[in-house]
């Protein structure tokens, strides 16, 4: 068996198939688990706490349908930033925006790449006012989503 080791310790096979198992359903029973990694719910409960513990786990979530949402559009917008502009204010001011699902500080011409979902255009186009006039902002440049072929919705552990 290989283990990963990481900052914080090492991860045995049980503990990469433990994170796999809650990527794929975060909802299943200790029992589920146990059936998948061969241990029994308790040892199972242990070890996802532990995991917890040490970070490898920092929350669960549902995943929603952006599009039975009404959050029909989807785009990248890279953000050129002005030589003074503030990291911290920057970032809080773009992460209060509701649109604004993703902030990747980035490396390139562009200082981040966001990921926005909107109702339509012409909710993209007032969404693209808004990110223009932040404090910092030099200019954007919008690439519109058509469609998503691929999304891993997780971390490869393996």
């Known amino acids: 068996m290989a283990n990963i080791t990481v ?3 090492e991860l045995d096979e049980l503990d990469l198939r433990l994170l796999d198992a809650l990527q794929r359903n975060a909802r299943s029973t200790f029992a589920e688990l146990g059936a ?11 070890r996802v706490k532990r995991l917890e513990g040490r970070g490898y786990v920092r929350g669960y979530a ?10 029909e559009l989807t785009a990248l917008v890279s953000c050129y930033t002005t030589p003074d502009c503030g990291y911290e204010a920057f970032t809080a001011a773009l992460s209060a925006m ?3 699902c993703e902030v990747h500080s980035v490396a390139g011409e562009e200082s981040f790449v966001l990921k926005v ?6 909710h993209l186009d007032e ?12 200019r954007t440049k919008t690439t519109i989503v058509l469609s998503t072929p691929f999304e891993r919705g997780g971390i490869s552990v393996r």
């Open 7 to 9: 900052e914080t310790g």
């Open 36 to 46: 998948v990694v061969g241990l029994k719910p308790p040892a199972v409960h242990d």
């Open 62 to 71: 549902a995943q929603l349908d952006n599009r039975l949402l009404g959050l």
């Open 98 to 100: 509701p649109e604004v």
């Open 117 to 122: 979902m909107t109702r339509s255009t012409g």
């Open 127 to 138: 969404l693209l006012s808004r990110l223009k006039s932040v404090t910092g902002m030099a």
